[in-house]
């Protein structure tokens, strides 16, 4: 990326002071940024900066003031802060879209099809019947196995994998080391203590604008036809444990190291910790917030509820009952005390 | 997979009513099944389906009597749930199993040799001295490491990784980002607050029947000779830690995201819950039952016993605390009423 | 590896009684040992192993004096286990080196360097403007995104992968399915529900001797120029998370399954147990200690303190309360007792 300070200034709809050409290839923050860095004052506290700074220009806001002379030049904004982040989000995007092209060796499928601006890296493969869209980027040791369809715009990171069947929508990322797709966990217990698979052959499905985080898991539906769903907007973490015929609603984010237990449906917009586990067969309601390493045990499915606690229970009252376990010693001693007390009262030993 | 109804009845031992000609190329549930589907009547609330379905044939109870016309064909057997189960299972290893032969390119590295009716996927890599057995499934990127064995009818998925030296037996399902035989955690402090690895150089051994969950990761005893060893039968979920010199009897079963601890063994038939964490150097006996997230830090080689809590005790009594820690906030100011009251008692106040 | 006994003693500064020709291939316990094997004798319980054992050569302390016949070579050394622990070491570095060479395919791109003694596995990846050093061991399905650097002497296992920009210092091991510099999970909520993604721009800096076991997943830093830390001599279990920014003191370790949230740092010499759960924004000082499946939510940046429970306090403090939280039955029905017993006072009655 090489722009002159005046293009910028024109994506942003920005007026300029200083030099209008000088070139930018990277973003900084205003303490550290040098030359060909543009930068942002925002917050005032950082005013100083902007009188010192090496960064070829800087966004501000459009009632700033310079009290000093400034060497750098100036983009006037209506919001410096939120014109940065636009930037910022331009740049990602093309960094995180700037491959094109198929390296070898990589191996295609039959009757797979793959769209414009396509990135293949080396070693990746791509199974039989699969449908890529356009501008995907498949990253070096992805797996994308049979039957597989896979949206326009969306990142599959190194080393993902995808197991037959598994749909995932456009606008995604999905990071290294993601399973998707992999058989759930069921088994028929039998008379001998032995336990026989219970074949899982349902898939995946994922919608649009999700990011999975490295590491993470998503078994497969168990019945042909049915799908593990992962809703529009779904934000998930690392290492997470997804099991078999979950249903997860649109916008809910889940951090790090959560699992959640086979046939069990959350909502949309929920907000659930790290750590946490969810045990199967249950229902949660659109707003669920659950605390980092609860245990949940039972359905909410009416939704707007704050849970924690192993097993989890309303939030507000487990940090209450949490506060006095914390004291359970001066509690104990207390009752002891007053056992004693009572049991030596004249009226008590001579009411006994 | 295309039989025809009347193929399907006699590797079920069923009679048929209707078209036995009809063609059957997938399961189905009856709600939903379409032509060229089977399906299977059980639980007599879903007897009405029989008449709508379109289904090409429906496998039912012996003594099944329709109340309407019925346009599928029917399948009369023993136990209609039992014979659906079968020909699921049936199917479920046709599609497990049916890819053959080598794509390219793959590795094989020297003196190793791999048995009749194998896939080795594109990109698969097999070290030296391997044994790979008859009707094994190697995925794509799949690592097997020098001197590992893999017995009959065994499927290491995408991605798995064997370090050198690990054993595999007869049907085992080894998924996707497995790791085995990374070497333990163990180092040795120094004076300097620095650590220094010891080596570990032992490997990890799995036997017959054995299913891994995606992501698991077990990892090899330390010293040449020994084993992390994973009994016949054993059920892993996904993303579960296993230590050095770990032991997990047959028939045991461990749910997602749990951690055992190095040099720790557990008995037979063991059910072990979801994220839980398993001190080092402990010992279970058989018929071992621990809750979700517990906590334990403590042997119990006796086996027959349910454990919860962190750390942990006997489940029954964990439930019994816990019932009280949520009324902990009553409780405590039951106790101050109380304290309250003995002061104010006029006796008392006398007897100070 | 093949020696004779006298090279070995030489190694050692031993003495040699009995055959110092004989060769040695391996080394093996005591009681196990077979011809070709060295083995150690330390505690003397095991001393009569040393009369029957069928090692070629034992390793013993000076002042050892048999009270029979011996067949094996015998080695007198200043601290005979010691020596023996020398030889591990020596004979681990042996095989852990001992690949070199490119197995083909590999992927190199453009402007990457490597150095003497290394070892490129089949279908390892390395990318563009990547710098490795020497006696680096790169094992297949590697993936080493652009403008990273490996440090001398480490070892990256089957199928870690690296992303763009990761810098890692020598004599490191990255163990199979490691993600180094994944996005940190960052999304800022917009009004109609939905999340945008912050973009994570920074890289993930690891420092010398640090191990990082299977499936451990590390964030980048947000900030382009900023840097998730990890610093030299940790050692980092299997399936942990660390999140973007996170620092990790020198020397700290870190047990199976811990996660750590954003921008939180960890002093040096910590010893953290396994399942932790460690908020985001938080400071610890040195020599932290955090028992396993603690969930910590507070900073204590003095370091030198031990914590518990979740969430977390003092150690102690912590097994006091949950010595009451077992007997919270008892506790309870003491209270009910107590209650009964005052309000059935006389004098109580009396006064009301």
């Keep these: 990326m090489e722009f002159t300070v005046s293009q910028i200034a024109s994506l942003l709809g920005g007026e300029i002071k200083g030099n209008s050409n000088a070139s930018i290839n990277m973003l900084g923050k205003i303490q550290e940024a040098k030359q060909g860095q543009i930068s942002f004052l925002s917050n005032p506290k950082y005013e100083s900066f902007v009188y010192e700074t090496q960064a070829s220009a800087v966004i501000v806001n459009k009632d700033f003031v310079p009290k000093k002379e400034v060497s750098t030049a100036l983009v006037f904004v209506e919001d410096a802060y939120s014109s940065f982040t636009i ?16 390296e070898q060796p990589s191996f295609l499928g039959e009757n797979s099809s793959v769209g414009s601006e396509i990135y293949r890296g080396a070693f990746s493969y791509i199974g039989n019947n699969v449908k890529v869209g356009n501008n995907v980027k498949i990253y070096p040791h992805s797996y994308i196995g049979d039957d597989c369809t896979i949206g326009d715009n969306s990142i599959i990171q190194s080393g993902a994998r995808l197991y037959s069947g598994t749909f995932i929508g456009n606008f995604c990322v999905i990071h290294s080391g993601v399973v998707l797709g992999s058989a759930g966990f069921g088994f028929a217990p039998q008379e001998d ?15 649009n604008n999700v990011d999975i985080g490295s590491n993470t898991v998503i078994d497969c539906a168990t019945f042909h036809g049915d799908s593990t769903k992962i809703g529009n907007g779904v934000k998930l973490d690392n290492l997470i444990q997804i099991a078999h015929n979950v249903s997860i609603g649109d916008n809910t984010v889940i951090a790090a190291q959560t699992g959640i237990s086979g046939s069990t449906s959350i909502g949309k917009n929920g907000v659930i910790g790290g750590q946490v586990g969810i045990a199967g067969h249950l229902t949660f309601g659109d ?6 390493q609860a245990g949940v045990g ?20 487990y940090h209450k009952s949490y506060a006095i376990f914390k004291n359970l010693p001066d509690l104990s001693s207390r009752l002891k005390q ?6 030596n009262l004249p009226t008590f030993q001579e009411s006994k």
């Design 87 to 102: 930037l910022l989000e331009e740049y990602y995007k093309f960094i995180s879209f700037q491959k094109v092209g198929v």
């Design 193 to 207: 203590g032995s336990y026989k698979t219970i074949p899982q052959m349902g898939n995946v499905v994922v919608g």
């Design 287 to 292: 707003k669920t917030s659950i605390g980092a």
């Design 298 to 317: 039972k359905s909410k499915p009416n939704g707007n509820i704050k849970l924690m606690g192993s097993p989890a229970f309303e939030l507000l009252a």
């Design 338 to 343: 007053l056992e004693e007390k009572v049991l």
